[in-house]
């Protein structure tokens, strides 16, 4: 059965196996020491604009996620999270599991806003409670909404201002970056984060998220972190080899732009049919909201997650389209809703 | 240059990433849900005698170690290792950042004998203390030798008499099971451990641990502590399909057999050349004891540790031999050992 | 300045104190192995009608939440609090320091209702979310409010039908007890909570809080767990002492009704004064509604917590009696509030 | 019957409850923010010659030292103590369960010499290792000897030059100061010492430590620290009163002399006996080697502990003196030992 479940059903993009295969019987040093885990941070330092930035290659998100936030804090120190944040919603306690609180801040739309976190810090004022020191935010978040660079700037300005870190989870950072909503480019994103992710799971790769630890202060010592925390692969090069692949001829890009455009399509497709969004999303992922006869058939032909139940018993569905979506399938899925 | 540094210098063996290669384009269920992971876990159980065990596939053996050990113990709960054990030397204290002490013992040969057990126990004797609960061993250990049959048993028939876990760090279990001076068998294994992993990075995989839950009380919900600690990987099929192509066919002790017996003609070659071995290697990993003129000799010609310098300053080196050492490179190198 | 900030600004009741001064010669046993412990252990036992209950003394709140709750959970269970609650906003993330996430729900009342664990149980399903374990409630709630016996009740039915543990935070309980509004023995708390404590600290002692396990199966090694994160204190018998004082002939009791009887004299005085209460207390602590001048004006002659202020501006403060506060100076208080 | 088991065994020293007695009635902050914590702080300050340390009072050791550790330390840093070490041994893993792996190096007198720390640091000498970065010393050592003013310059030189901290447990610092043998003062530890505490609870007080952090950089935030470890007081006034006592007019080191001259009249005593010390003690706690008859007689009459047994039966105990030790008790102590 077709699945608009993810963008991580598949097995990694076949330019990536390719790069895997033909390297094999190389033998290069271990733990992300090598020269393609070299040539892929350089890369994409280059491409952040980012010379002094540093690059580390970690299996998943979530455990980028923890040993980056847990390396970053003292003890006391809190996270501050759109209250649907993967921290805070999908990764299972990983932070708290460090020792940090993460603290929720209301986000109808998956964004946290300037005046929420100027709240947060106000109200956690001494030392009964904890110290807010990190936003973190998703780049597009996790319902596909997108950061503008204006809003980006504003909560650097804030970060700034109230001396905390700003670290984008950029799962499908790829998405964001070639969705036409984006006027946000690598460089801006890593000159006004202190640390973000560039998620290659979700791209096409078999695995790794590139973490670009921006802020200098942060950098000391963070292979320490990864290793305490089980984030350095013996393997290490399996991810530089992927990354050097993705980011050395715009292949990330052209991955994310497929996916976009497919999931664009599907978005137009199900409005033209009469349906609505829960809104309109301008990355890989949509929230069509569908009458409940059409789900239960629509399930018969595909995979897909429910997302929410309305008041009026209207479903709201995800959808998520990838590098590897197949406009027939679409067109297929599209003729289903419109078929009566 | 050729390498002996280890076990995982190279990329994976061939018939794995080709198995990741015919598959890549299917869609399956995410996180390890997937077909291949049950067909590989299936396989694994099989194969250890253990229908009712469970089996989890982790990225890494850090990672696996310390997702294991975290979610069995409670927090005052400690771990008995030998002071070379993996976990207490070389990852970055990642047990005690769970908040478990690990407990050192001597261990001239690597391995843990029952009376130093029963030794901690008896000393760890009231709440002000620790209490030791886990015995980590791994087998081989890290400098290559092994646990006979009667040995394990005999810790088994200790841990049953003290309430104690018996776990067993398998990173290399593939050159254990292989190995000519091995009489444990995997369902020795499965029987006599709580719980113990199968390494796939050292033995051909291009990535992945199996990790075997044989005591069913600590398989409760270990998925949650997967998750918790990043040790759920999105397409966990990846090591899903590795596992089932290493199990299916006997690959996985073919590839260590090799290592073993390319490991075998350097320590003998050596041996014939009129040196010394630190103790004679029955596994894929080999510690001569070299003159320091020599060791600058080979160093220019081969890559390898230094591992000790003696009080008469002669060196022992770490010569490490995987599925993918070349015999060829091995006569040469005993050639330059011969050559004066 | 009198002050109404709180129930901890004095120095201890001078019964109390007389007991350790009458003692302090005394040689015992140390880490609360003692008979003064083990009297008032039996005392607690015995007017809590659990025979086989656990009793522990520990020097404080916070140090007696994280203990025992680190030491309920396993890693990947969580907390689920009123976001009012006192370890979810004052205690400076000490739960989420062992490693738990605090999941907060709204409690306009302070309370917690069985909907709204419900909720959150159905909502955390699976192993990408925390597994919501224990219920964390106080009584009295931070905001003075009180669990009525069925309240409680409904409670404990629901946390069996979802195999959760109920934990009541007693740092006031002394209150809750001796309040006109409860109907809630200690025996009632007793056989309805998994744990709780009954606090001292706020109600007459120097220091110290008992904690009573209930759950026979939470009591295993408990003191293991009270040594590692620092909750035993080497002279323990300070605290057996007191609280076999406060209990060996209703002292207890008796300060707490104190506190609520002064407590309830100046929320009448004020609402007779003309003012509004936030909400009627029941217990020691009140939180009238003032103008801004009143307040001010107050300020100069009393200390007390601003609490909140409103949007029409007018402030809520907060005043709390103890069994130190001076009738009189309830009466000055409230000639105070009176004069124009 | 008589105990000479530890230094705690009584309830606190009278003056110090009286102390206690005649402020009870007063009103303060909570929290140790009231004055008496300021003035016993501005004393010991004073006395430290150190007018930016800072002081914290808390109510027990092991509480003192996992919070000051954790403080100061980064995750993957770690603790070297000696094997004998409080930390090491007695507490439970306190540290570790905060997250930092103690790594013990031999210590047969209870001391830790420069070449050890030298070695352990050249050892952990890559990101696969722990990082060590505080040396945890106890002064006295847990067996009552002594580090020469010479030996504490020597560590503190080695850790300047090697970038770790020097942190001292002084829950006996009295003991040492008013040593015959001692050539350490108090600002002298001040001096050389990161941080470091005076220990109340064994020295006379009902409870409490008194942390002085020296190091300005170690400061930062601490208070956040102690409320998350539990270890903020409600009635912190009650250890500020303590320690203004106990350090206002010399009762400290009155107290811990008195200790120190009922340990040397014991240990001179069994000398004169005819038996042997397996150390001689220059503080309160002595270590007399008897034969297994005139022990188990001993323990007919007097309460100590049985701290090991030597090879040939004869077995060593551990008497402990205290301020309140009675030189009575000690005289008959030594006649029972003489009579035969």
Chains 1, 2, 3, 4 share one sequence.
Not at 100 to 106: E, I, L, S, T
Request: net charge negative; proline share 4%; glycine share 8%.
């Amino acid at each position: 059965m077709y699945s608009f479940k993810n963008d991580y059903s598949d097995g990694g993009h076949p330019l990536l196996i390719e790069a895997l295969a033909t390297t094999s019987g190389q033998m290069t040093e271990g733990y992300g020491e090598d020269h393609y885990c070299k040539q892929a941070a350089a890369l994409i330092r280059e491409q952040c604009g980012k010379p002094d930035g540093e690059v580390h290659f970690i299996s998943g998100g979530t455990l980028t996620n923890l040993t980056a936030i847990s390396s970053f804090l003292r003890p006391h120190e809190a996270v501050i999270s759109a209250a649907s944040g993967h921290i805070y919603v999908h990764e299972t306690g990983s932070v708290e599991a460090t020792g940090h609180k993460v603290f929720p801040v209301d986000s109808p739309d998956g964004k946290i806003y300037p005046e929420q976190i100027t709240r947060v810090v106000a109200e956690h004022h001494f030392e009964h409670m904890v110290k807010p020191k990190l936003v973190y935010i998703s780049q597009p978040t996790e319902i596909g909404s997108l950061y503008s660079k204006t809003e980006l700037q504003d909560l650097r300005s804030l970060c700034d201002a109230l001396g905390l870190y700003l670290f984008a989870d950029g799962a499908r950072l790829g998405s964001a970056l070639s969705s036409k909503a984006n006027d946000l480019s690598l460089p801006d994103i890593a000159s006004l984060c202190d640390a973000f992710y560039i998620g290659g799971t979700k791209n096409g790769a078999l695995f790794g998220e590139a973490l670009v630890i921006c802020n200098r202060a942060l950098q000391l010592e963070f292979r320490y972190m990864m290793k305490q925390r089980g984030a350095i692969l013996a393997k290490g090069r399996l991810m530089g080899l992927q990354f050097k692949r993705l980011f050395e001829d715009g292949l990330y890009l052209e991955l994310a732009d497929h996916a976009n455009r497919m999931a664009s399509l599907m978005q137009q497709g199900i409005v033209d049919a009469g349906y609505e969004m829960l809104f309109h999303s301008p990355t890989n992922q949509i929230f069509p909201v569908l009458p409940e006869e059409l789900v239960l058939r629509l399930e018969k032909e595909y995979q897909f997650y429910r997302w929410e139940t309305l008041d009026d018993s209207r479903i709201v569905i995800r959808l998520v389209c990838s590098w590897a979506t197949d406009q027939e399938a679409v067109e297929s899925f599209l003729s289903s809703v419109s078929r009566n």
